[in-house]
């Protein structure tokens, strides 16, 4: 079975490929023995052909995972790759091979379809003639699925599906509201309903709490305890309140903080920010999202600013929220329109090599700290 999972939005692709991994674990291989993952990107074409090859005796079945294949600079590995899975039907390969890449993408229109790699500057690129072969007939396979970033309207749809999964409530309009914050980025996205989830459960754990030391001093505590334990697994809606404490206040202290250190040009509070971050328990590649977003943002404003647009306007053109357009005038002031979007630029390489297993994301974010 040949499976292709592809697109710029890598949350929802690699949620996909968890579940096709859990599935596989569960029917196939319990132990896990049976799944190798290959960084397609730097590979040659003789050891991914012995991976893909490989049998166990214990199993006749096995998972390969190639991931970044499309961000491999040799021109034979997709001549001999596509060739090995035309004819991968006429042999006895019972195996799960699953390619997984952010980098390419479809791109349709009226008249024709793009098949397009983001290069190391973030800009669309036509696919080679090689690459292309191997994309097309990936494309073209019954199990490839494309994962497009989600809309601001279908975000908030997802958002308030997946609160819901995890068996708590909130309304379209609050869902929205979030978005307006935090932007589309789902790994953010997520991060901040664990945030708001756990938030609203120490919340009613607390409550419980003070509760029974109330009721305890009745004669009836266990009778009232009870009723208010029913009461309080009811409360389960998150509210725009509830993430205005949580999720503004991430904001102001993770990107807000780390983005004055840098214009106001102190390299060494910058530095400690970025670190007391890391140690707060927050990823090096969600600091990363955080970063592209915001410098993308104040790119934004900053070119608004310079036409004159009121900072109401700019909410309204931008679809920002006001808080964040508020913020982000005060500190374009201090950056140039050069100097912002050089840094926007470094950002997206930083995250083009991440992405291809090239660079350290923390490293690198301090090596752009000090140079700016």
Same mark, same amino acid.
């Not at 893909?52 to 001999?80: G, H």
């Not at 036409?307 to 931008?318: D, F, G, M, V």
């Given at each position: 079975?040949?499976?292709?999972?592809?697109?710029?939005?890598?949350?929802?692709?690699?949620?996909?490929?968890?579940?096709? %991994? &859990?599935?596989?674990?569960?029917?196939?291989?319990?132990?896990?023995?049976?799944?190798? #993952?290959?960084?397609?990107?730097?590979?040659?074409?003789?050891?991914?052909?012995?991976?893909?090859?490989?049998?166990?005796?214990?199993?006749?079945?096995?998972? @390969?995972?190639?991931?970044? #294949?499309?961000?491999?600079?040799?021109?034979?590995?997709?001549?001999?790759?596509?060739?090995?899975?035309?004819?991968?039907?006429?042999?006895?390969?019972?195996?799960?091979?699953?390619?997984?890449?952010?980098?390419? %993408?479809?791109?349709?229109?009226?008249?024709?379809?793009?098949?397009?790699?983001?290069?190391?500057?973030?800009?669309?690129?036509?696919?080679?003639?090689?690459?292309?072969?191997?994309?097309?007939?990936?494309?073209?396979?019954?199990?490839?699925?494309?994962?497009?970033?989600?809309?601001?309207?279908?975000?908030?749809?997802? @958002?308030?599906?997946?609160?819901?999964?995890?068996?708590?409530?909130?309304?379209?309009?609050?869902?929205?509201?979030?978005?307006?914050?935090?932007?589309?980025?789902?790994?953010?996205?997520? &991060?901040?309903?664990?945030?708001?989830?756990?938030?609203?459960?120490?919340?009613?754990?607390?409550?419980?709490?003070?509760?029974?030391?109330?009721?305890?001093?009745?004669? &009836?505590?266990?009778?009232?305890?009870?009723?208010?334990?029913?009461?309080?697994?009811?409360?389960?809606?998150?509210?725009?309140?509830?993430?205005?404490? @949580?999720?503004?206040?991430?904001?102001?202290?993770?990107?807000?903080?780390?983005?004055?250190?840098?214009?106001?040009?102190?390299?060494?509070?910058?530095?400690?920010?970025?670190?007391?971050?890391?140690?707060?328990?927050?990823?090096?590649?969600?600091?990363?999202?955080?970063?592209?977003?915001?410098?993308?943002?104040?790119?934004?404003?900053?070119?608004?600013?310079?036409?004159?647009?009121?900072?109401?306007? @700019?909410?309204?053109?931008? %679809?920002?929220?006001?808080?964040?357009?508020?913020?982000?005038?005060?500190?374009?002031?201090?950056?140039?329109?050069?100097?912002?979007?050089?840094?926007?630029?470094?950002?997206?390489?930083?995250?083009?090599?991440?992405?291809?297993?090239?660079?350290?994301?923390?490293?690198?974010?301090?090596?752009?700290?000090?140079?700016?």
């Amino acid at each position: 079975m040949l499976i292709f999972l592809y697109g710029e939005d890598t949350f929802r692709s690699c949620q996909k490929l968890e579940e096709l %991994k &859990n599935k596989f674990i569960h029917s196939v291989d319990p132990r896990k023995e049976n799944i190798s #993952i290959v960084n397609g990107a730097n590979i040659l074409w003789a050891d991914l052909n012995q991976t893909l090859s490989a049998s166990s005796l214990l199993v006749n079945k096995r998972m @390969i995972i190639v991931k970044d #294949i499309f961000s491999n600079k040799s021109v034979i590995i997709f001549e001999q790759i596509l060739n090995y899975f035309q004819n991968f039907h006429k042999t006895q390969n019972n195996n799960v091979v699953i390619f997984l890449d952010s980098l390419v %993408k479809v791109k349709k229109t009226k008249i024709k379809e793009e098949f397009l790699i983001v290069d190391s500057t973030g800009r669309n690129k036509i696919l080679t003639k090689h690459p292309l072969a191997f994309f097309k007939f990936l494309y073209k396979q019954p199990y490839s699925q494309q994962f497009n970033c989600l809309s601001n309207t279908a975000m908030a749809s997802w @958002i308030k599906q997946t609160v819901k999964e995890r068996g708590k409530e909130i309304t379209l309009a609050t869902a929205q509201f979030l978005v307006s914050l935090v932007g589309n980025n789902l790994w953010q996205i997520n &991060n901040e309903i664990n945030k708001l989830i756990n938030y609203q459960s120490a919340n009613i754990i607390n409550s419980s709490l003070s509760q029974a030391n109330k009721t305890a001093n009745n004669n &009836n505590g266990d009778n009232k305890l009870n009723q208010f334990k029913r009461v309080g697994a009811n409360q389960t809606i998150i509210s725009e309140e509830d993430i205005k404490k @949580i999720v503004r206040g991430n904001f102001d202290e993770n990107i807000f903080a780390l983005t004055d250190a840098i214009s106001n040009k102190n390299k060494a509070l910058a530095t400690r920010l970025l670190e007391e971050q890391i140690e707060a328990g927050l990823t090096s590649g969600y600091l990363l999202n955080m970063f592209i977003r915001q410098f993308k943002i104040l790119l934004q404003i900053k070119q608004a600013v310079e036409l004159n647009y009121t900072a109401r306007k @700019i909410a309204s053109e931008l %679809k920002i929220h006001p808080f964040v357009v508020q913020k982000g005038i005060n500190q374009v002031r201090c950056f140039s329109l050069f100097v912002l979007k050089n840094i926007t630029n470094q950002l997206i390489k930083i995250d083009y090599k991440m992405k291809t297993g090239k660079t350290d994301v923390l490293t690198a974010l301090n090596i752009l700290i000090a140079k700016i």
